[in-house]
């Protein structure tokens, strides 16, 4: 009888987590004109078929990679009862917690537009919420105490602040210091949803 055990294959969500950290790693340390499906296959010690029934695509693979990474980079929802305190806690969690991750995403990312044309703000708007609902429910808690006037949230309004942010992380690649987050909070978003004295 052989002592040897052959390992066990992944399966399902191990095999998902897998593939899905091998991409981010490669993302990361060659960029996307450089990532494969092969090399990733390799670094995940799997076959490039496998890869290939679940994301057809190179573009598809690496949004699903960054969905991965921003899905164990939770946001808490600050609920202090304040909504510019809320907002400022909420910009910090976001400059603390995504920032170093989000740079180092965008500087590899610079050959995704020219093979795919779509554009950094294009895989933004694929992820989806970034922050599992927690900037939408500080608004409806600031609605609620009539810190906000509700007419005054259009589209654009609402997505200020995380347009902001993404736009400083791609002209600068680092965090949002202290004064810019004030900025933001202060001289842009809370002029814009005070309701009218």
């Not at 949004?63 to 305190?85: C, H, Y």
Request: glycine share 4%.
């Amino acid at each position: 009888m052989c002592d040897d055990i052959a390992p066990r294959r992944r399966r399902g969500k191990a095999l998902n987590q897998a593939l899905l950290e091998a991409a981010w790693e490669e993302l990361v340390t060659k960029g996307y004109d450089a990532l494969t499906f092969d090399a990733v296959a390799r670094r995940a010690n799997t076959s490039k078929p496998v890869i290939y029934r679940r994301w057809t695509t190179k573009y598809e693979l690496v949004a699903a990679a960054a969905r991965n990474v921003i899905d164990r980079l939770p946001m808490e929802e600050p609920e202090t009862g304040d909504l510019r305190n809320d907002v400022i806690i909420y910009l910090r969690q976001a400059s603390e917690r995504r920032a170093p991750v989000a740079a180092l995403a965008i500087a590899q990312l610079a050959g995704m537009y020219r093979t795919t044309g779509k554009t950094i703000q294009d895989l933004a708007a694929r992820l989806g919420s970034r922050d599992g609902g927690v900037f939408d429910r500080i608004l409806e808690q600031a609605v609620a105490r009539g810190e906000i006037d509700p007419t005054r949230l259009t589209p654009r309004v609402r997505s200020i602040v995380n347009d902001l942010y993404q736009h400083h992380l791609i002209v600068s690649m680092k965090p949002l210091d202290e004064h810019e987050i004030a900025d933001i909070v202060d001289d842009v978003f809370l002029p814009l949803v005070r309701p009218a004295t």
